[in-house]
């Protein structure tokens, strides 16, 4: 199925947190005023991923934010039925490709060490485990501290 990827707009707050909610387990999902404050960052982007399909439904979103040569994935929700469709991957490599574009170098994130899809599809993607966050979670769940490196993005050719 067709997916279109566009920026958030405020219409969405409800769907992404509904969908927040049943990615996550209570405590680790967002509450409305901590989702809200994400978005509301000065240097976060948020992307949503949109199926094609007569329900128009949200199959996923991402949160990124920037500082500089650094950037922070806060977090990637992909509806259930959506994944390992590609949609986690077309999200990521769009956020990637705009943090470059403002030159971010280097992108970290947190994940469960016990997730290990989400763990998996890090290093599917090239993230690599910089050692382990001790209760991270709910004041008991290990993370990975995850990062990965951008190339610069290319400019236009000259030949």
């Not at 290093?123 to 209760?135: A, C, D, F, K």
């Amino acid at each position: 199925m067709a997916l279109t990827l566009r920026e958030y707009a405020a219409a969405d707050f409800d769907a992404l947190h509904t969908l927040d909610l049943a990615c996550y387990p209570p405590g680790i999902s967002y509450s409305r005023r901590t989702l809200k404050w994400f978005l509301a960052l000065p240097d976060a982007e948020c992307l949503v991923a949109k199926s094609g399909d007569p329900l128009n439904e949200i199959a996923g979103f991402i949160i990124a934010e920037s500082d500089g040569v650094d950037g922070h994935i806060i977090t990637i929700d992909i509806a259930d039925s959506w994944r390992r469709a590609g949609v986690g991957t077309a999200l990521l490599r769009e956020m990637e490709r705009r943090l470059a574009a403002r030159g971010v170098r280097r992108v970290s994130l947190e994940t469960a060490t016990t997730n290990e899809p989400a763990v998996a599809f890090w290093q599917r993607h090239g993230y690599r485990s910089h050692g382990v966050l001790p209760r991270y979670y709910l004041g008991r769940l290990d993370a990975y501290s995850m990062s990965k490196t951008l190339s610069a993005p290319r400019g236009p050719d000259t030949r």
